[in-house]
Nanobody, 121 residues
């Protein structure tokens, strides 16, 4: 089992910044991709950003140039720096981590519980 603990969500005014963190713990052989997705009320979950074990990043079109994803492999933690926030960024943000299991080296996919980000004046 892998546990993901997210933090950093909250209420921020338009144009403001927030930083999300997601720490992975538990039993696994290695962590592969880490990422963030979000889901607004009445909408499907969408990609925000992902980062590979080698540091290659990928961003959703709506956040390019404003959000930055990074990871600390020593801490098994992924971060999302969100700048120039807009009301349309309001959503529940979910951490996603791909691992190889410790026993069979099988790929597994894990989700955090979600953290609310609200952008409003």
């Amino acid at each position: 089992q892998v546990q993901l603990v997210e933090s950093g969500g909250g209420l921020v005014q338009p144009g403001g910044s927030l930083r999300l963190s997601c720490a992975a713990s538990g039993s696994f052989f290695s962590i592969n991709n880490m990422g963030w997705y979000r889901q607004a009320p009445g909408k499907q979950r969408e990609l925000v950003a992902t980062i590979s074990s080698g540091g290659r990043t990928n961003y959703g079109d709506s956040v390019k140039g404003r959000f930055t994803i990074s990871r600390d492999n020593a801490k098994n933690t992924v971060y999302l720096q969100m700048n120039s926030l807009k009301p349309e960024d309001t959503a529940v943000y979910y951490c996603n981590v791909g691992t190889l299991s410790s026993l069979y080296r099988a790929p597994e996919d894990w989700w955090g519980q979600g953290t609310q980000v609200t952008v409003s004046s």
